[in-house]
T-cell receptor, first 116, second 114 residues
Framework: GAGVSQSPRYKVAKRGQDVALRCDPISGHVSLFWYQQALGQGPEFLTYFQNEAQLDKSGLPSDRFFAERPEGSVSTLKIQRTQQEDSAVYLC??????????????FGEGSRLTVL | AQSVAQPEDQVNVAEGNPLTVKCTYSVSGNPYLFWYVQYPNRGLQFLLKYITGDNLVKGSYGFEAEFNKSQTSFHLKKPSALVSDSALYFCAVRDGDNFNKFYFGSGTKLNVKP
């Protein structure tokens, strides 16, 4: 597609529910990143994929967070048993160059998760 | 450790005046530096980047940034601000040791008043 597409744009979940956030990167982009942006803060790294391989998941805050990219294109970020502290905007970004290279990231508009 | 600091939470400037949004960084190896802009309820949009070469880089919408190695700074500038420039600006550095990670500053809210 023309840009990075994320869905849903807004999600309200009750505490304890599972949620799934989808990212459709720019066609042909090898690298895919997930970031978490809390209110009033900058994005913080969660995880990175190179094609279908998850090469870095050091930023995932707990084992309730899980990400996949099975066919090397669309990615899903899943949060199990959501907690109020999970409330944030989840940003997906893609890049043409492996590992991001010296090139820039292209961001989607984000999925805003509110956990009640 | 890699990090980015944006010392100003907010910058206020009158339309037509020059603007500067400050950024300092700490990174191992060669720094790859970026500026992004975020409008309300939108994702981050790329403005410009420094990889190597000329210390003054030009980007989108008339913005430019100056890389200063000795001061480890990468300040964003524009000669004449527009009201439409009002947004949240993020400085980012790519980790020279771990190419997978970009570190973002906490953001600076730019207010341009008519």
């Amino acid at each position: 597609g023309a840009g990075v597409s994320q869905s849903p744009r807004y999600k309200v979940a009750k505490r304890g529910q599972d949620v799934a956030l989808r990212c459709d990167p720019i066609s042909g982009h090898v690298s895919l990143f997930w970031y978490q942006q809390a209110l009033g803060q900058g994005p913080e790294f969660l995880t990175y994929f190179q094609n279908e391989a998850q090469l870095d998941k050091s930023g995932l805050p707990s084992d309730r967070f899980f990400a996949e990219r099975p066919e090397g294109s669309v990615s899903t970020l899943k949060i199990q048993r959501t907690q109020q502290e999970d409330s944030a905007v989840y940003l997906c970004a893609s890049s043409l160059v492996l590992g991001g290279g010296p090139g820039e990231l292209f961001f989607g508009e984000g999925s805003r998760l509110t956990v009640l | 450790a890699q990090s980015v600091a944006q010392p100003e939470d907010q910058v206020n400037v009158a339309e037509g005046n020059p603007l500067t949004v400050k950024c300092t960084y700490s990174v191992s190896g060669n720094p790859y530096l970026f500026w992004y802009v975020q409008y309300p309820n939108r994702g981050l949009q790329f403005l410009l980047k420094y990889i190597t070469g000329d210390n003054l880089v030009k980007g989108s919408y008339g913005f430019e940034a100056e890389f200063n190695k000795s001061q480890t700074s990468f300040h964003l500038k524009k000669p004449s601000a527009l009201v439409s420039d009002s947004a949240l600006y993020f400085c980012a550095v790519r980790d020279g040791d771990n190419f997978n990670k970009f570190y973002f500053g906490s953001g600076t809210k730019l207010n341009v008043k008519p």
